[in-house]
């Protein structure tokens, strides 16, 4: 058991270490819409950001779903669309990570937020997925498309990950969805400090 542990957290290291997080380096060869799609399966920050938003809405509540998932969408897709505008897009995996701890600390308490933080942190989640996520492609429609897919996979993810938050009622599961959030809680500190590190080199 030790250790099966010890490699499950060397391989989580590993998978964290800092690396480039844009959509057109993470996926190579599978397509346009495919690399969308699973873009943010394969980037650790933006994944991080996406269990701990769905997470966090699902525990708030159904209401908080209603406004929350809308809210991330919009957020994700108006990023996307204001790509071809940003010359040079900044490093989000800072604020990415930021969105998780936050989002993921809340859900360890075991206390439903308010409805405004939810939606407040749907909203940096989504806005920082969308930038860092930016399509780079050699024409308008396989952006188009690589974008598409990439919101379509995001708010896929948060969804999934909200309604299974919204059914975990019993003592059990709520006890198991904050250690999922203590998990993610300490991925985004280990995140945040690997790249604290990196960038002091």
Same mark, same amino acid.
């Given at each position: ?5 010890? !490699?499950?957290?060397?391989? /989580? ?9 844009? %959509? ?11 690399? #969308?799609?699973?873009?943010?399966? !394969?980037?650790? %920050?933006? *994944? ?13 509540? *159904? ?21 071809? /505008? ?11 990570? %930021?969105?998780?701890?936050?989002? /993921?600390?809340?859900?360890?308490? #075991? ?5 405004? =933080? ?10 920082? !997925? ?21 919101? *379509? ?6 969804? =999934? ?13 709520? =006890? ?20 604290? !590190?990196?960038?002091?080199?």
């Amino acid at each position: 058991m030790i250790r099966r542990r010890s !490699v499950l957290l060397a391989s /989580a290291l590993l998978w964290l270490a800092p690396q480039g997080a844009h %959509a057109h380096g993470a996926i190579e060869g599978v397509g346009d819409f495919y690399a #969308g799609l699973l873009h943010p399966f !394969v980037v650790p %920050a933006e *994944l991080l950001a996406l269990l701990a938003i769905g997470l966090l809405i699902g525990r708030s509540g *159904l209401a908080a779903c209603r406004l929350g998932i809308p809210i991330l969408a919009g957020a994700m897709a108006a990023a996307l669309a204001s790509a071809p /505008a940003i010359t040079e897009a900044p490093d989000m995996t800072i604020a990415l990570a %930021a969105a998780a701890l936050v989002s /993921a600390a809340i859900v360890t308490t #075991g206390l439903r937020a308010p409805r405004w =933080i939810t939606a407040c942190l749907a909203m940096v989640a989504g806005l920082a !997925v969308g930038i860092d996520a930016a399509p780079e492609a050699n024409s308008r429609f396989a952006a188009l498309l690589n974008g598409a897919a990439t919101l *379509l996979g995001g708010v896929a993810l948060v969804t =999934i990950i909200a309604a299974l938050g919204l059914r975990a009622e019993k003592h059990w599961q709520r =006890i198991g969805t904050q250690v999922a959030a203590s998990w993610i809680v300490a991925s985004a500190v280990l995140y945040l400090a690997l790249q604290l !590190v990196s960038s002091t080199r």
